[in-house]
C-alpha cells in the first residue's frame, strides 16, 4: 500500500498525546482523517529524524484489525508506536 492512513478520532491517547504530535505541530487539532502518499511520508520522516518535527503519536486501539502490508512501517518502527 502506498498511503498511510492517519485518523485522530480513533486515537487512543488523543489529548495528552496531541500536543507533543507531528499532526498538530503541522494542522493543529486535527479532526477526521487524512491520506499521506508514500513522498509525504518519506519526507516526515526525514523531518522527524532531524529533530525538525515531533513523532506521530498516534496510538490505535487493539482491537483493530492489523494494517495493510507495508503501512505504518517507520512509524511503528521508528516510534514504538502504532
Avoid: H, K, N
Avoid at 38 to 53: I, K, W, Y
Avoid at 60 to 73: F, Q
Amino acid at each position: 500500500m502506498d498511503t498511510l492512513r492517519i485518523d485522530c478520532g480513533t486515537c487512543a491517547v488523543r489529548g495528552p498525546a496531541c500536543t507533543d504530535c507531528m499532526v498538530t505541530a503541522l494542522l493543529g487539532p486535527a479532526e477526521g482523517y487524512m491520506e499521506l502518499e508514500r513522498d509525504e511520508v518519506s519526507a516526515l520522516q526525514a523531518m522527524t529524524a532531524a529533530g525538525l518535527l515531533p513523532p506521530l503519536r498516534l496510538v490505535r486501539s487493539v482491537s483493530r484489525l492489523p494494517p495493510p502490508r507495508g503501512e505504518d512501517e517507520w512509524f511503528a518502527s521508528d516510534q514504538g508506536v502504532v
